[in-house]
């Protein structure tokens, strides 16, 4: 069976993709005799012809992605875009850097004498160390802790 024509006719009437146009399997003998657009448009108010819902895109596998992010995932070499400094500045790397500092020196603050915490503060506003591990290392080489 060869409803071609009739499948344009409706897509036409339905303003919709031939695509969508649903024919019923059942009727396809009273479908073939329409000829015309009334004849069309009396098929569909019947409910042979029909037009089916709108295809949308789905959003299953950007779900799917944005909870691999959140894991922490897709964040290799392939996947950047932009310089280190542009994914995390420059001033906030600083700020989070010398905050994890001071709170160390904070807490060997009873430890400390006045004085070298003083030093090493300045030390930590410089820029001098790179790491708390930096801090240890140069607090145990120096023998700053008191006993």
């Known amino acids: 069976m060869r409803l071609k024509n009739q499948k344009q ?5 339905l303003k919709a993709g031939s ?4 024919l019923d399997p059942s009727k396809i003998a009273e479908i073939k005799e329409a000829i015309t657009r009334t004849d069309i448009r009396s ?3 019947q409910g042979i012809i029909k ?8 959003k299953v596998r950007a779900r799917k ?3 691999q992010k959140a894991k922490g995932r897709r964040k290799g070499y392939g996947s950047r875009k932009g310089k280190q400094t542009a994914r995390l500045p420059k001033k906030k790397a ?4 010398v905050r994890a500092q001071r709170n160390l020196l904070t807490e060997l ?8 915490y003083t030093f090493l503060r300045n030390r930590v506003k410089g820029g001098f160390f790179r790491s708390r591990r930096h801090i240890k290392l140069y607090i145990t080489e120096q023998g700053f802790i008191k006993k």
Request: glycine fraction near 2%.
């Open 9 to 13: 006719i409706a897509s036409k009437v």
């Open 19 to 22: 695509k969508r146009i649903y």
């Open 43 to 45: 098929l569909i108010s």
């Open 51 to 58: 037009s089916k819902p709108k295809r949308g895109v789905s």
């Open 65 to 67: 992605l944005k909870l």
């Open 94 to 97: 600083w700020i989070s850097k």
């Open 109 to 116: 603050k009873p430890k400390l004498k006045s004085k070298d």
